[in-house]
């Protein structure tokens, strides 16, 4: 029965997306009103009906209705009620029923805040929206249904894949990374909007923007959940090993990252249109690529699902949408016409190119990295690999070049800079970066990368603090206002700006912490029985014994460890081995005593609780907890440069073109 | 997708060259890996010489060298006792090895204790010696990937074959007969 | 370097039976290594091969008993004087190229490392000639009225500065601009170059 009912549902859900997406390009084409109301009702009830057979499936979820085919596939009576709530995304079905949702929830959103405005572009996007949401649906529909009935149910489950029930983690990590994924279908819509009506102008440009800046901030924060989870769950005591699906989830944030700086360019200068255009869509396609990575089985991966009869399905949306895209920029790219020019030399303009050209430059190596074993394979039959030591030696420089341009970039004003202002912009920022780079050296980092890291990273935090804060100082010469007003003034009118330095100076911080972090590890293996110790470091561990802990749906043996550091007690650590009914091979769990210098991370190699030993890897990881701060940051700073969307938009969004009319009025 | 015929629509031979350039042999490359399995590894192995090694049995006892079992083709299976799939083989190879007596068997336990497979093959009763690998080293010669994985050696010591995953009873037959034919 | 896995292929193959795997083939071709020397060069070796039974971790990394054991190969053979490059031949000769996670430059493989390069400089080369077209737009800003010069009708010029105040959240609208120059304060006045 309720089978049945998801089926319907995602049968009218696959209804109404495709009948919206004809609509919308009908009406687009068209220029009718009547087409796109039509459209954007068909978009709602695309969201609505998958809402709705979310809500069927988390229903037959937590009543165990073992009928449902994905139920039966991954429930279980024995787990607590979050895993079975979680369950939704734990497999592959639910995981694109999931995927539905969000999609939903982004489309409806998107053209709620949109009802009003642009009636030229609208009836596009939404056409573009709708269609990929009709490949969704019909993904869900036959290749990965979820709702297919069971004649004769069993009484209890499997439960879900082990490593996703031993962290919270896997609660919070695949709604962002699905948010990043799905949300750049927005984008994605806009830009083939602005390239069928032909036009992209400071109106569109910023709702283009801050649709990818969403997607983009729920990427950010994806990707360093997984870093996390994996570094919380794993027990290697890293958390990033360029692994093919780490790499997906990585080529979309670097085409949207350099998108969301060109597109400066296109409000500030009314260049780079075409190009603009080209990484939004870039980087749509890049998580369609992703989503095949992740979901074919042709890549190996810790975080892939297993085999799958949908690699086929993807691969030719992925093939329509490469297609089509490369048909639409050939064919519309000429009609976005530059309005002004890029001033060359040493300036602010210069070194966006710069950065886009790192940024792109970034994305070609890791995809070149990520699929060579399949050219290898393809072209000569040979199986290789390509890993960790190719990735970072060709990330370090590229990383190390962004930073400098981070730094360097916003110290240059736009257009040519004078000797002079060269002078002031360039000179001061030194003095943070030599104490940085002292400070690294005197606390003992000897990599030269790592100190051309911190060296870059002090300049890059003068330059970025100077230009969050110089605009309050200014307000408060200009207008006498007192520090606070000043803040909230020049907060509320330059909050984009302000919020982009934010995110700036978290990016800067996860660079120098990832620097620090992979280049001064201690590390050391030891077997002890109960009662001994080990030292690694400052600190002192005491193994005070090994116990067994039953839960319904596992059973960990887990190790006591008392810490000492320089003599201070600091507690009691708890790595354990825990056994799951669904795998036969235990699942080790690392313990993580984090401060904010470093982090002493203990995992478990082998524990007997009968004998009283364990076998530990001890870590002493430098900065690890800075990541998940400074990402947090960028995150927040995200948010603060989506704000002024809210109130004061419309002035704000027609102000550039006020000043430029004015302007050439004069 | 159509285009706005408000403007004739005029190709950017740039652009389209330049996307061309990606997008054709990536999706080339994709369609071509389309169902191919990442994780079975194919062995270099195969068509050499099979690497040394001289162990002891489960149990104690002399150590037994490859090279003792020289002349009669081999066959070398990588077990451990936590392994499902090769306790489901397991039948099938004690009945290979009373049924081929012309062909020598022996196991190699994989990350295993050697309590734990001495009382195995006590209750199993298999009919030919399994050896301890303590370091996993022989298992590394031989590019082990997980268990079960079983080498067919024929008798001047080369590598013929290499199954992974359980073996059934046909598909070891067949495997014993090429073996047995290579020798020749 | 071929050279060197077909001779360590031709040696293993008639290495006596009994001395193991660990210590076939050539005998070492360097100095052995111990203490914290051989602590590092361990890592940074093991680092470059695979861990087989996980995905994509290397055996430096992985804590799965078979890249521990690997591991502890591999600090055998370089306790022994073994080279980097002998020891993956080694582990290649069992587990095919599959196991180095660093590409090696022959075949197809120089491919994955010269793309980057070339995408820089075919990068380089476009982003110059960007700018060249650009750059003959003439002279430096400071020479030319520059886009933010206010309007001479001083109601207008008022206007456009509330303007782009709204629009920047720079007092005179110009970032940059009065305060960077050298601390004058900042009004209509100011903004003019």
């Avoid at chain 1, 290898?376 to 890993?387: I, K, L, N, R």
Wanted: overall charge neutral; charged content about 15%.
């Amino acid at each position: 029965m309720i089978a049945t009912l998801g089926r319907t549902l995602i049968l009218l859900a696959l209804l109404s997306a495709s009948a919206g997406s004809l609509v919308g390009f009908v009406a687009g084409r068209a220029r009718s009103a009547v087409g796109s109301l039509w459209a954007r009702r068909l978009a709602y009830a695309f969201a609505a009906f998958m809402l709705l057979s979310n809500l069927t499936m988390e229903y037959a979820l937590l009543t165990h209705d073992f009928s449902v085919g994905y139920v039966a596939h991954v429930g279980s009576r024995s787990v607590p009620t979050w895993v079975t709530i979680v369950s939704l995304w734990s497999s592959l079905e639910g995981s694109i029923l999931f995927w539905g949702l969000v999609m939903g929830a982004f489309v409806a959103a998107a053209t709620w805040l949109t009802r009003n405005r642009f009636p030229e572009y609208m009836p596009y996007a939404i056409g573009v929206w709708l269609a990929c949401g009709a490949f969704f649906s019909f993904l869900l529909a036959g290749p990965a249904q979820p709702f297919a009935t069971i004649a004769s149910p069993a009484a209890d489950g499997p439960g879900p894949n082990a490593l996703l029930q031993n962290h919270y983690l896997m609660a919070i990590h695949p709604p962002f990374l699905y948010s990043g994924y799905v949300g750049m279908t927005i984008p994605f819509g806009l830009a083939c909007a602005a390239l069928l009506v032909g036009r992209l102008g400071n109106d569109f440009i910023r709702p283009l923007r801050n649709f990818l800046l969403v997607p983009w901030i729920f990427l950010t924060c994806a990707i360093v959940l997984g870093g996390w989870w994996a570094y919380e769950v794993l027990g290697w005591g890293g958390y990033w090993a360029w692994d093919p699906v780490e790499n997906a989830s990585f080529l979309p944030w670097l085409a949207a990252t350099a998108a969301l700086h060109s597109a400066i360019l296109v409000e500030r200068k009314g260049v780079l249109k075409g190009w603009t255009v080209t990484l939004v869509i870039a980087t749509y396609l890049l998580t369609i690529l992703g989503t095949f990575m992740t979901r074919s089985g042709v890549f190996n991966s810790v975080h892939s699902f297993t085999q799958s009869a949908i690699g086929p399905t993807i691969l030719i949306f992925l093939a329509a949408a490469l297609v089509l895209s490369t048909a639409l920029l050939s064919l519309r790219l000429d009609a976005l016409a530059r309005e002004g020019e890029l001033e060359g030399g040493l300036s602010r303009d210069t070194m966006f190119l710069v950065q886009n050209l790192l940024l792109v430059l970034f994305t070609f190596t890791v995809l070149l990295g990520t699929v060579f074993p399949l050219v290898v394979e393809a072209a000569q039959g040979v199986q290789m690999s390509v890993g960790r030591p190719y990735f970072d030696r060709m990330s370090v420089p590229i990383g190390v070049a962004l930073l400098f341009v981070m730094g360097v970039g916003p110290a240059l004003p736009w257009g040519r800079a004078t000797r002079d202002q060269l002078g002031r912009a360039l000179l001061p920022p030194l003095g943070t970066a030599a104490v940085l780079l002292l400070l690294g050296f005197a606390l003992g980092a000897r990599n030269g990368w790592t100190l051309l890291t911190l060296f870059f990273g002090g300049f890059t935090a003068q330059v970025t603090l100077g230009e969050m804060f110089r605009p309050i100082g200014q307000r408060m010469r200009a207008h006498g206002e007192g520090l606070i007003e000043a803040f909230r003034q020049s907060q509320s009118r330059g909050s984009r700006r302000f919020g982009a330095y934010v995110v700036h100076a978290g990016a800067m911080m996860v660079i120098i912490s990832i620097a620090v972090s992979s280049t001064n590890q201690q590390s050391k293996e030891v077997q002890l029985t109960r009662g001994e110790s080990a030292s690694l470091g400052a600190y002192t561990l005491t193994f005070a014994g090994a116990d067994r802990v039953v839960e319904p749906h596992r059973e960990s043996v887990r190790a006591r460890l008392d810490i000492q550091r320089g003599g201070r007690e600091l507690g009691t650590l708890y790595p354990r081995m825990t056994y799951y009914e669904s795998q036969r091979e235990p699942i080790g769990t690392p313990a993580v005593q984090s401060s904010l210098g470093e982090d002493l991370y203990l995992s478990v190699h082998n524990i007997d609780d009968q004998a009283g030993t364990v076998g530990l890897l001890i870590l002493i990881n430098p900065m690890v907890g800075w990541i998940w701060i400074a990402t947090a940051v960028m995150a927040l700073g995200g948010l603060v440069a989506l704000l002024p969307i809210r109130r004061p938009a419309p002035a704000v969004a027609r102000a550039p073109a006020a000043v430029a009319a004015i302007e050439g009025g004069s | 997708m159509e285009v706005s015929a408000a403007r004739p629509a005029r190709v950017n031979v740039k652009v389209l060259a330049a996307a061309s350039l990606v997008v054709v042999p990536l999706l080339a490359i994709l369609v071509l890996n389309l169902g191919r399995d990442p994780r079975s590894v194919r062995s270099p192995l195969v068509g050499r010489e099979a690497p040394g090694f001289a162990l002891s049995p489960v149990g104690g006892g002399a150590q037994v060298a490859l090279d003792s079992l020289r002349g009669k083709p081999l066959v070398v299976n990588f077990w451990a006792t936590w392994c499902v799939p090769c306790f489901e083989e397991q039948a099938a190879l004690s009945a290979g090895a009373r049924a081929f007596p012309g062909v020598k068997f022996v196991g190699v336990i994989y990350e295993d204790e050697e309590a734990r497979s001495a009382q195995f093959l006590k209750e199993r009763g298999e009919p030919y010696p399994s050896l301890m690998d303590p370091e996993g080293k022989t298992a590394i010669a031989y590019g082990v990937f997980g268990v079960p994985e079983t080498f067919f050696i024929d008798g001047g010591g080369r590598i013929v074959e290499k199954h992974v995953g359980p073996l059934d009873s046909e598909t070891l037959a067949l495997l014993v007969r090429r073996t047995l034919e290579s020798a020749r | 370097m071929r050279a060197v896995i077909t001779l360590a292929l031709a040696l293993a193959s008639v290495a006596p039976a009994s001395s193991g795997p660990a210590t076939s083939g050539p005998p070492p071709s360097g100095p052995p290594l111990s203490g914290q020397a051989l602590d590092a060069r361990t890592e940074s070796v093991a680092s470059l091969l695979r861990c087989p039974v996980c995905q994509g971790l290397s055996v430096a990394d992985s804590p799965a008993t078979m890249a521990r054991n690997m591991k502890a190969e591999v600090r055998e053979k370089l306790a022994a004087g073994y080279q980097q490059e002998e020891i993956l031949a080694g582990f290649e000769r069992s587990y095919g190229e599959f196991v180095r996670l660093e590409p090696t430059l022959h075949g197809v493989n120089w491919l994955v490392w010269a793309g980057p390069i070339a995408g820089l400089l075919i990068g380089a080369l476009v982003v110059g000639a960007v700018l060249r077209r650009t750059g003959r737009a003439p002279a430096a800003a400071e020479e030319l009225p520059s886009r933010h010069t206010l309007p001479d009708d001083p109601r207008l010029a008022v206007a456009v500065l509330r303007v782009r105040e709204l629009a920047y959240g720079w007092p005179g609208g110009i970032e940059g601009g009065p305060g960077a120059r050298g601390g004058e304060s900042g009004g209509p006045a100011g903004s003019r170059s």
